[in-house]
């Protein structure tokens, strides 16, 4: 049998989409699946269900990363790997991270059903915290397999939970899954995803053939004023924590100003203490996330960050505590040819583009040579409850993904 006359089944791989995202299912229709929260082990242990119904190894490491082995002819060979994240945004939607999964695993039955032999084994891999949307370290799994350690595992999530409890719970959850130690020897890995941007959409494209994905920086900021009565203390001599967090947040704006556009940055997350409207703010916290595609770029505009801060605080102080670093990555030309051969092979127009958001195949591209397919969603919309991906596209992605699985593993 060809790869090339690999079929996925779409309906099949559309009720798998819509069976995990009724895990942590929101009112709004979208999703809130935290990592390593009780709807992400509900949703692991659906998958490990699945994928034991179709006879395949399931194992877990220590970052709870889960792996999905359809056999190869030489099982002694290092694996490809193909897969994403299941955890969500707080506000997501039911496609960012769980397309690539289920894409995988059925890219791993779409194999079978063609009674393709490869001669490496297929593992279809979810990633833990990718979001970041809990533990604010994002990419905990990937990273931890890259390095062979849980990074931060004393962090602390948005509900007091520490990372390394939340580990603990999510494995003891599943005691009949094989545990191993972090990082083991991969061939290629391969994540398919959602654009999470406008261009395949508008191009009338299916396929994106990732180049490869922009740096980040990100940056906790502690400021620290004063508390007092609202209606009492002057203005002249307050140290309101919010206003100086703003002139902060001015000054940033200064700097990230890019004439062409390609700088991003963000800040989405803060927290104001006490947060009532009748006392002057004595501490808030914000997020900074800030991205481009150069790394002297990124280092440049980074080295400025506290320095500016601490200055447009003042009279207040601040912590700035740079949180995560990703450098850019390009994905080498073994990964994106497979893609593209097999985007070829199935007749699907597609085009080569650089993704804006970071994913785990920037921190397993160290390990491997590695890559990644988009599929268009509707209105390039993603980390929202309204993200879309028509079922025809997701079905594509996942053959076109199956092609490139059979050719790196061959
Ligand atoms: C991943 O979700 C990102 O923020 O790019
Ligand atoms: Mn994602
Ligand atoms: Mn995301």
Not at 176 to 188: L, N, S, W
Not at 236 to 246: S, Y
Not at 247 to 257: D, F, P, V, W
Request: proline residues 7%; hydrophobic residues 45%.
């Amino acid at each position: 049998m060809n790869a090339a006359s690999i079929v996925v089944d779409e309906k099949r791989l559309w009720d798998d989409l819509m069976a995990l995202a009724q895990f942590g299912a929101r009112e709004d229709g979208g999703v809130c699946r935290h990592a390593l929260s009780p709807e992400d082990i509900a949703a692991r242990a659906w998958l490990i269900e699945k994928a034991r119904e179709r006879g395949y190894g399931v194992v877990a490491d220590d970052a709870a990363n889960l792996f999905i082995t359809r056999p190869g002819r030489d099982g002694a060979l290092p694996p490809v790997l193909a897969g994403s994240h299941m955890d969500s945004q707080p506000a997501g939607g039911k496609f960012d991270g769980a397309y690539g999964v289920l894409a995988a695993f059925e890219a791993l039955r779409a194999l079978d059903d063609a009674g393709i032999e490869t001669e490496r084994p297929v593992t279809a891999v979810a990633w833990t915290n990718e979001e970041g949307g809990r533990f604010h370290v994002p990419c905990t799994g990937s990273r931890a397999f890259v390095t062979g350690k849980v990074p931060e595992p004393g962090q602390i999530g948005e509900d007091g939970i520490a990372l390394a409890d939340a580990l603990r719970a999510t494995l003891d959850a599943a005691p009949d899954v094989e545990r191993i130690a972090p990082g083991f020897p991969i061939h290629a890995y391969v994540e398919p995803h959602i654009e999470q941007g406008p261009i395949l959409e508008s191009e009338g494209l299916p396929i994106g053939v990732v180049t490869g994905i922009q740096g980040v920086r990100w940056f906790n900021v502690t400021v620290t004023g004063e508390p007092g009565h609202a209606g009492t203390v002057p203005q002249a001599i307050r140290r309101d924590a919010l206003q100086a967090a703003l002139r902060a947040i001015q000054s940033l704006n200064g700097l990230m100003e890019d004439f062409d556009d390609i700088v991003r940055f963000t800040v989405g997350h803060v927290s104001v203490v006490p947060n009532s409207p009748n006392t002057i703010p004595s501490s808030v916290t914000f997020s900074i996330d800030f991205r481009h595609p150069a790394r002297d770029v990124l280092d440049a505009r980074a080295a400025r960050v506290a320095d500016l801060i601490a200055e447009a605080v003042k009279p207040c102080a601040a912590e700035v505590a740079l949180t995560t670093s990703m450098q850019p990555v390009a994905f080498p030309d073994a990964v994106t040819g497979a893609i593209t051969k097999a985007a070829g092979a199935a007749g699907l127009k597609h085009c080569a583009l650089a993704s804006g958001a970071f994913h785990d195949a920037a921190h397993i591209a160290a390990v491997c040579p590695s890559g990644m397919i988009f599929i268009p969603c509707r209105g390039g919309l993603s980390h929202h409850p309204d993200e879309w991906a028509e079922p025809a596209d997701c079905a594509a992605g996942a053959r076109v993904l199956a092609n490139a699985l059979v050719q790196l593993a061959t």
